[in-house]
T-cell receptor
């Protein structure tokens, strides 16, 4: 089992829809949880990071962490065609006395007008 | 403009020919790292550096070297490239001790090893 699982999609939604993107992880020792957006032929761009269970909101984006279920989500409200990109979850896992970000494979999102 | 720059952006080389991919950031970030991105495998960390002269291995360090002699630069060195190192490489940087949580990525270097 991969340490971080993410459905690659693609996920296709109409403009204005609420989008739910999800990741599961295997180890309860994992700490911080990040979401990145990556447009085609570009580097990833950090959207938000969180530590504790619960919700964290930033504009149209809400990150949700459920540590008891080892499940994280990113919700996008009022989705726009400009949100079309690949969304990567990343989770910090312990490694040799430190913590290393471990990324999911990414979910491709298509928002059509 | 705050940015991470990588050079070259595209490189085709042959097996065994040493190469260096440069990375530079202008944000005075302490933390810098290198990743490779492969289809089906996602982003995997190669090396990271918490500050000048402090580097450590990520998940896939074999076949790579790094150095951090200056705060702004973090070159990736492939001493003897092999075809399995064909990949898309990203350099990233982040501020302070929690820089790895707030990484700012460069545009990527696409490397092909023949």
């Amino acid at each position: 089992q991969k340490e971080v699982e993410q459905d690659p999609g693609p996920l296709s939604v109409p403009e204005g829809a609420i989008v739910s993107l999800n990741c599961t992880y295997s180890n309860s020792a994992f700490q911080y949880f990040m979401w990145y957006r990556q447009y085609s032929r570009k580097g990833p761009e950090l959207l938000m990071y969180t530590y504790s269970s619960g919700n964290k909101e930033d504009g149209r984006f809400t990150a949700q962490v459920d540590k008891s279920s080892k499940y994280i989500s990113l919700f996008i409200r009022d989705s726009q065609p400009s949100d079309s990109a690949t969304y990567l979850c990343a989770i910090e896992r312990p490694s040799g006395g430190s913590y290393i970000p471990t990324f999911g494979r990414g979910t491709s999102l298509i928002v059509h007008p | 403009e705050a940015q991470v720059t990588q050079n070259p952006r595209y490189l085709i080389t042959v097996t065994g020919k040493k190469l260096t991919v440069t990375c530079s950031q202008n944000m005075n970030h302490e933390y810098m790292s290198w990743y490779r991105q492969d289809p089906g495998l996602g982003l995997r960390q190669i090396y990271y550096s918490m500050n000048v002269e402090v580097t450590d291995k990520g998940d896939v360090p074999e076949g790579y070297k790094v150095s951090r002699k200056e705060k702004r630069n973090f070159p990736l060195i492939l001493e003897s490239p092999s075809p399995n190192q064909t990949s898309l490489y990203f350099c990233a940087s982040g501020p302070g001790t929690s820089g790895k949580l707030k990484e700012f990525f460069g545009p990527g270097t696409r490397l092909t090893v023949l």
